[in-house]
């Protein structure tokens, strides 16, 4: 009998987040992963030509093999440039406290 791994595959949408349970044999690859999953048949929008995949946060390829307890994560392209964003706040002298919310502004100062 072939040794099994266990990998999730996540997805989310601006209302919704996806995490999805696969059992693979070992050797799987990512690819394998998000199509033993169904998560393909769940969100039809998905294009991995388009989207780009990682594990835990990293960027990787489909062809990447994984280990016991990887998860595998399919990424949606940007809505907006976040680079593009804090130059734009920067240009209207917004200041920007450490996790992008604006500073509040202190009346006693």
């Keep these: 009998m072939s040794e099994q791994i266990m990998v999730e595959v996540a997805y989310a949408k601006p209302d919704i987040q996806v995490i999805l349970p696969v059992r693979l044999t070992a050797g799987a690859t990512a690819l394998q ?3 033993g999953s169904g998560i393909l048949e769940k969100f039809p ?3 991995l030509k388009q989207n780009k995949i990682g594990i835990f946060g990293k960027l990787t390829k489909p062809e990447t093999t994984l280990r016991d ?8 392209k940007l ?7 804090r130059r734009q706040r920067a240009e209207e002298g917004k200041a920007m406290k450490k996790g992008g919310g604006e500073l509040e502004k202190n009346e006693d100062a």
């Design 69 to 76: 307890k990887d998860r595998v994560e399919i990424y949606r």
């Design 45 to 47: 929008e998905i294009d």
């Design 79 to 85: 809505i907006a440039d976040p680079k593009e964003v």
């Design 33 to 35: 992963a998000i199509e």
